[in-house]
């Protein structure tokens, strides 16, 4: 079964402070994803990546970066955290043989206070 | 690019009854897969299908039925006999091949004992 894990299923910041969310998965997935989702809005996609050291932005990379040096881990980044960032933060992974099926990790709510 | 769209923001049908989610979605290609997802209250999102652009034919899998009709670029859901369990939140989702999964808002499935 694949597995994609998130490092925190809950977590509060502060405004203004540097926030890390990791996302692992065990398939061999070429590709990793972070997405949003909020309420009314759907999932939308924040940054995705095809292989390591690449990226690429996805519908709302503003305020958020990325980092993906080993195949199995992809981190998103909140540089300077804002109440605007609060939200659910999924990460998912797919592969070629897996026919690009997207797995999803079971979720990080971040809440930014 | 590709759009999709989920016209039913929440549906709520008394346990046993059928009911369809209706999925409508544009994409440029010729070849493109579509896929539903459903997102229980526990938040983790669970692939249901994944459906090739070339293949048109219905399929079953137990209470669940999938009708893709090309003409139409629609790729609705049914759930048979609905059961408690299956309130969720359902994403429908086209795909370019190996290229991020677009996700519509979703539709709320509430079923009622």
């Known amino acids: 079964d694949v597995k994609v894990t998130q490092s925190s299923r809950y977590l509060v910041k502060r405004t203004g402070e540097k926030v890390f969310l990791e996302c692992v998965q065990d398939?061999?997935?070429?590709?990793m994803f972070w997405y949003r989702q909020d309420p009314g809005l759907g999932l939308r996609l924040i940054y995705f990546?095809?292989?390591?050291?690449?990226?690429e932005k996805g519908d709302i990379p503003e305020g958020y970066s990325v980092s993906r040096e080993k195949k199995e881990r992809f981190s998103l980044i909140l540089e300077s955290a804002s109440t605007s960032q609060t939200s659910m933060y999924l990460c998912a992974s797919s592969g070629r043989h897996t026919h690009y099926e997207q797995y999803f990790g079971p979720g990080t709510r971040l809440t930014v206070t | 690019a590709q759009k999709v769209t989920q016209a039913q923001t929440e549906i709520s049908v008394v346990e046993k009854e059928d009911v369809t989610l209706d999925c409508v979605y544009e994409?440029?290609?010729?070849?493109?897969?579509l896929f539903w997802y459903k997102q229980p209250p526990s938040g983790e999102l669970v692939f249901l299908i994944r459906?090739?652009?070339?293949?048109?034919q219905n399929e079953i899998s137990g209470r669940y039925s999938w009708n893709f009709q090309k003409s139409t670029s629609s790729f609705n859901f049914t759930i048979t006999a609905s059961q408690v369990v299956d309130s969720a939140v359902y994403f429908c989702?086209?795909?370019?091949?190996?290229?991020?999964?677009?996700f519509g808002k979703g539709t709320r499935l509430s079923v009622i004992a």
């Open positions: 398939m061999d997935h070429e590709n």
């Open positions: 994409t440029r290609d010729t070849t493109y897969y």
């Open positions: 990546s095809y292989d390591v050291k690449m990226k």
């Open positions: 989702a086209p795909s370019e091949g190996n290229t991020p999964l677009v």
């Open positions: 459906r090739n652009s070339f293949d048109e």
